[in-house]
């Protein structure tokens, strides 16, 4: 296939499809988005930058090294633009700062707009931020307002390898080790007229002090292998590890406290609770999938004792139920919820190489055939609503200042982008406070050439955890929603 995009080899554009990396330098950076997205024809490729001016020259020096000529006034046309606002945000960025910076950004991409070569891509640099307790997402809430003028295509995140492993205490706070490349392409569906809609994501109130202290450094982004599944996990198409609910589940809670999973799958949250002196509860759409968790957690205890853990005081419930039908007599009130949606209806794509995997074992390719499971709702819309609904009923079984984690993907389908994590960041801001994300980063599949010679298509490799707090106080619903 002829290579139209860049100069590339298949050699060096498959790494760049992965969608997280360990940052090295900005040297490396600028290098490798400069050589991705640029394609010097007849004269060199002329590339737009925007950022700190140490980097400014940083930028224009790699530029002139591979045939590009670098240009930092938004008054001619472009093959590639990235904007670097790295240093424009911290710690000590108001919300009033941030709208200047907003407005500042937005009113760039629609000169950009104009100036940018067909079908080519911006990279915006950008992070979110954490400030006195609170968390503002300025990193997506940037993505939405710029995507109303050029069009969302693709993430990558930046892993800085050097990880600050966050703060101890009684409040969550991870350390501060990443940062979002986001990619837009000015295409047939980008427009520069209409004005930019509040996308909604300042809605949370200052994280409240926890009951217990967090006395374990956590990092920002994690790379698991998960272990080989066993014969009945994998039947499950979407299964996540164990070491996962390890991680989240000795951060926010204590031995003898109860996890709950609406979604239990194969039992991962449950089995990863017992194994870590906790209690594990949940519900199971799907009867095949629910005697497969009872049955791995059942062996766990009857095995446990010999391999010297202690379960005396530990137990589970499995349910099989829909998770909209869960009431509070179900289960003890929780001490923590970890649970991952279905990442809408993806298993259904026919066309996923998973899916054509799996296809060709034999085995389930999705959730389950029954109407009522959410892995089969096809509108967006819908899917979010009722997602939201479930976590807002949990809501009501989580004890007050109690923690919550989501582990989500966005998603691209059909050449488009659905940001499936922060829309339910947004919604679900009017009842939980919303924390610091963590990424579940993968590092053991197969890249695959999407859009090879054409254009960039990520292959996502990362998950996000969205952590939210229950507020303690009777008051903190109506203080959440009106920010």
């Excluded at 095949?288 to 205890?301: V, Y």
């Excluded at 996502?460 to 109506?478: D, E, I, S, W």
Aim: aromatic fraction near 12%.
């Amino acid at each position: 296939m002829k290579n139209r995009f860049n100069t590339l080899t298949s050699k060096e554009w498959l790494p760049f499809q992965k969608s997280w990396f360990r940052f090295e330098d900005y040297e490396s950076l600028f290098e490798k988005n400069i050589r991705f997205f640029t394609l010097p024809g007849d004269g060199p490729a002329s590339i737009y930058y925007s950022g700190p001016e140490k980097r400014n020259l940083l930028f224009s020096t790699v530029a002139n090294r591979n045939l590009c000529k670098s240009n930092s006034t938004a008054e001619s046309s472009f093959n590639f633009a990235m904007v670097d606002l790295l240093d424009s945000l911290s710690d000590t960025t108001t919300l009033s700062d941030y709208e200047d910076i907003k407005n500042n950004v937005v009113g760039l991409a629609g000169k950009l707009h104009e100036r940018l070569d067909h079908r080519r891509f911006l990279c915006l640099l950008v992070q979110n931020v954490k400030s006195n307790g609170s968390f503002h997402p300025f990193a997506w809430d940037l993505a939405k307002a710029v995507a109303q003028i050029l069009t969302l295509k693709d993430e990558k995140i930046a892993c800085l390898p050097e990880a600050n492993e966050g703060r101890l205490g009684d409040r969550f706070e991870p350390g501060q080790d990443t940062f979002y490349c986001l990619y837009f392409r000015n295409d047939e569906n980008s427009s520069s007229t209409g004005e930019i809609a509040d996308a909604g994501l300042f809605n949370s109130v200052q994280q409240q002090r926890a009951e217990h202290t967090f006395n374990r450094p956590v990092k920002s982004w994690h790379v698991l292998k998960p272990q080989p599944r066993k014969k009945n996990e994998i039947l499950h198409p979407a299964k996540y590890p164990e070491d996962l609910v390890d991680l989240f589940v000795n951060c926010f809670t204590a031995p003898g406290q109860n996890v709950l999973d609406p979604m239990s799958g194969t039992g991962s949250t449950q089995l990863g609770a017992l194994r870590n002196g906790r209690n594990g509860y949940g519900t199971e759409l799907s009867s095949l999938f629910a005697e497969i968790a009872r049955t791995r957690c059942q062996d766990f205890l009857d095995s446990a004792t010999a391999d010297g853990h202690d379960t005396r005081n530990t137990e589970f419930s499995i349910l099989q139920k829909d998770a909209r039908d869960i009431q509070p007599g179900d289960f003890p009130p929780a001490d923590y919820i970890l649970t991952s949606p279905p990442y809408w209806d993806m298993l259904n794509m026919k066309g996923a190489e998973n899916q054509a995997n799996r296809r060709v074992k034999g085995l389930q390719l999705n959730y389950s055939d029954d109407s009522n499971d959410l892995g089969n709702v096809s509108d967006y819309e819908a899917f979010l609503t009722e997602l939201c609904d479930i976590y807002f009923n949990l809501g009501k079984m989580l004890k007050p200042g109690q923690y919550m984690t989501i582990v989500v993907k966005n998603i691209k389908k059909k050449g488009k982008n659905y940001p499936l994590a922060w829309d339910l960041a947004r919604r679900l801001q009017k009842e939980f406070i919303l924390l610091p994300e963590i990424f579940w980063c993968q590092d053991d599949i197969s890249i695959a050439p999407y859009g090879y010679g054409n254009t960039f298509v990520s292959n996502t490799f990362h998950h996000y955890c969205l952590n939210f707090q229950k507020p303690v106080l009777r008051g903190a619903k109506r203080r959440v929603q009106s920010g």
